[in-house]
């Protein structure tokens, strides 16, 4: 397993609070070169300097740029929200895709972001206001923070949203870094169950969801079959007929091979659309589907 332990800092510019080039100019004021990442206009490396002096500028404390890796990026520029649309964030803590959806919207149409675990949802809470996606005053705007449990909000919401994002829990082995054994301690394969458990059941809570037409994306941060080809092979035997598996193509990301097989199972044509990012200096693997309902 390749790690890359000195990542460099990646951001993403906040636009519902000011403009790209505007934070480009107060950064170069302030001596920090940053990088454009060449698929996402607004997001950037940090090539000097480190993270805690980002960390101490009025564009940070003041949410016109937020911390994120550029893998978890991804799953929203899939997913593609527009203005207008009604969007579910099933496992939306700490907030990071929750605001960049809301961003990428412009603030119009509706948002649900539901975290079950009230610690995070406290902190999701916190991010929201900070980074302006909570907005009372846009007529056109519907935000509402959910602290329910995910796999029984298709109770509420059957056949209702247009686009729905499951980043869901998972092993997180693509965090693992062989030189560091704090980092893998937590592993076991009982782990990988019990995750794979828990995603089949928030998986169907987010199917439910989605209206006709909608789209669904699904993501973790692990290698794992079982958390990623498994469980959408197992949406498929329950709905296959009522969905389609898109591919995914971002000028500019790099992407593994398909997994064509995991022990018994050969995956077939339609799973193998199924993206694996593979993990660089830059970015962390990631696991990535694009689902819409037929």
């Not at 991010?127 to 923070?145: R, Y």
């Not at 789209?215 to 290698?223: A, D, G, N």
Request: charged fraction near 30%; proline fraction near 3%; aromatic fraction near 10%.
């Amino acid at each position: 397993m390749a790690t890359f332990k000195a990542r460099p800092t990646t951001f993403r510019v906040n636009t519902l609070k000011n403009d790209r080039v505007e934070v480009l100019q107060i950064l170069q004021q302030k001596g920090f070169k940053v990088k454009r990442v060449v698929w996402f206009s607004d997001a950037f490396i940090l090539e000097n300097k480190s993270q805690s002096e980002l960390m101490k500028t009025d564009l940070f404390v003041d949410g016109k740029i937020y911390l994120q890796s550029l893998a978890s990026m991804v799953p929203v520029i899939v997913l593609d929200p527009k203005v207008g649309d009604k969007v579910l964030d099933l496992t939306s803590a700490p907030g990071s895709k929750t605001s960049q959806i809301a961003m990428m919207m412009k603030k119009t149409g509706e948002i649900i972001a539901n975290e079950i675990d009230q610690i995070r949802f406290e902190k999701l809470a916190h991010n929201m206001k900070l980074l302006g996606v909570i907005d009372e005053e846009k007529a056109d705007w519907k935000f509402e923070l959910v602290n329910e449990d995910g796999i029984k909000i298709f109770e509420k919401y059957s056949n209702y949203f247009d686009k729905v994002l499951l980043d869901a829990p998972c092993s997180a082995e693509a965090r693992i870094d062989l030189a560091d054994r704090r980092s893998y301690s937590y592993w076991n394969e009982k782990n990988i169950k019990d995750h794979a458990f828990l995603q089949k059941k928030l998986l169907f809570s987010a199917w439910t969801c989605l209206k006709p037409g909608g789209t669904l994306v699904y993501s973790t941060c692990t290698f794992a079959p079982e958390e990623n080809e498994s469980q959408i092979v197992w949406l498929k035997e329950k709905f296959g007929a009522e969905m389609e598996i898109e591919k995914i193509e971002i000028n500019g990301l790099e992407k593994s091979r398909n997994l064509p097989e995991w022990k018994e199972t050969k995956f077939d044509k339609e799973i193998n659309n199924c993206c694996r990012i593979l993990p660089d200096k830059y970015i962390e693997g990631f696991f990535v589907v694009k689902i819409v309902k037929k």
